[in-house]
């Protein structure tokens, strides 16, 4: 199941913003990572099968402190072929 998360993190400079989107990225599952927000406090997970609440807790350890603000599962999108042949 694909997911959609979005966490919210204190982050003061842009090394503070590098370090979030590694420990991030490095989670097992994760698919694509994205910064957002007017100062950049916002990190955006999508992947496959991530623990959220471990997510969080990892950013909270190596960032001081983040909050998880949603997560929603991502639909597919009608039209898109998945591989399967039809007929």
């Not at 994205?34 to 350890?61: C, E, H, P």
Request: proline share 1%.
């Amino acid at each position: 199941m694909k997911q959609k998360i979005v966490i919210k993190v204190q982050v003061r400079c842009d090394k503070c913003r590098s370090k979030a989107m590694e420990t991030a990225a490095d989670t097992d599952g994760v698919i694509s990572v994205s910064l957002q927000g007017k100062y950049k406090d916002t990190v955006v997970v999508t992947g496959d099968g991530v623990d959220s609440a471990s997510l969080a807790k990892r950013l909270g350890k190596k960032l001081g402190h983040a909050s998880l603000e949603t997560v929603e599962e991502m639909k597919e999108k009608p039209g898109v072929d998945n591989g399967e042949t039809k007929g």
